[in-house]
């Protein structure tokens, strides 16, 4: 019995590295020459408690016309692990396409654990959808205008939605794989705690909501 909890331990360890290990803390240097440039500022609030995980890809824009483009080459991404607020310079002012993916996965074993995501797409001719933020759902996959910094920077700040909302096919696949390990034979069996070891005996689903400005 001491062997399988160690394992369990070494077992979540080793999946909490494996998330982390291609981030990387971000060091918001703007060098005296590039305070007149245009930036992407990023802030995040009410994020402090829960291990936030950003990836940031920037794509130039090519002109078919007026009013139609294509997002073409990638010009920078960054991926970064617990993100407080972000200064990106861009070399040009212009207009640019922006995946902007960020997530977060608790493991709190036998414990309630809390998910959010939001999957940003900045690659679209269209505005981002008005959205009540006090709505019990918030989409998590969306595709909106995007960045113009012909003129101004563009800031945009991530909230965090803490709700009470069960997610109700992670919580009943956790309770599933634990009761079929139970109900089978060993050695099986001793694989029941490792559902609930890295899921928690429930959980929750939070969202991340939006908003982007000129600065």
């Known amino acids: 019995m001491k062997n399988i909890k160690n394992f369990l331990i070494i077992f979540i360890l080793a999946i909490n590295c494996e998330s982390y290990q291609n981030y990387e803390d971000y060091i918001s240097e703007i060098k005296e020459s590039e305070t007149n440039t245009k930036q992407l500022v990023l802030k995040f609030n009410n994020f402090e408690k829960y291990p936030l995980l950003l990836d940031v890809l920037l794509y130039k824009i090519i002109w078919k016309n007026a009013k139609e483009f294509k997002c073409s080459e990638k010009i920078q991404e960054i991926h970064i692990k617990e993100p407080k607020d972000i200064k990106i310079p861009l070399a040009e002012n ?3 396409c922006a995946k902007i993916f960020v997530r977060y996965n608790t493991i709190r074993p036998f414990q309630k654990n809390e998910i959010a995501f939001l999957n940003l797409d900045l690659t679209d001719n269209k505005d981002c ?4 933020y006090k709505s019990d759902f918030y989409p998590e996959y969306l595709n909106c205008k995007y960045l113009d910094f012909s003129k101004k920077s563009n800031q945009i700040v991530f909230d965090h939605i803490i709700t009470q909302k069960v997610d109700i096919d ?3 696949m956790t309770y599933g794989l634990t009761f079929m390990s139970l109900v089978a034979q060993t050695p099986t069996s001793y694989l029941a705690p490792i559902p609930m070891s890295l899921s928690g005996y429930k959980t929750v689903k939070n969202f991340v909501v939006f908003e ?4």
């Open 170 to 172: 992670k919580t009943f």
């Open 129 to 132: 959808l008005k959205l009540n």
């Open 94 to 96: 212009t207009h640019l």
């Open 212 to 215: 982007i400005t000129e600065i």
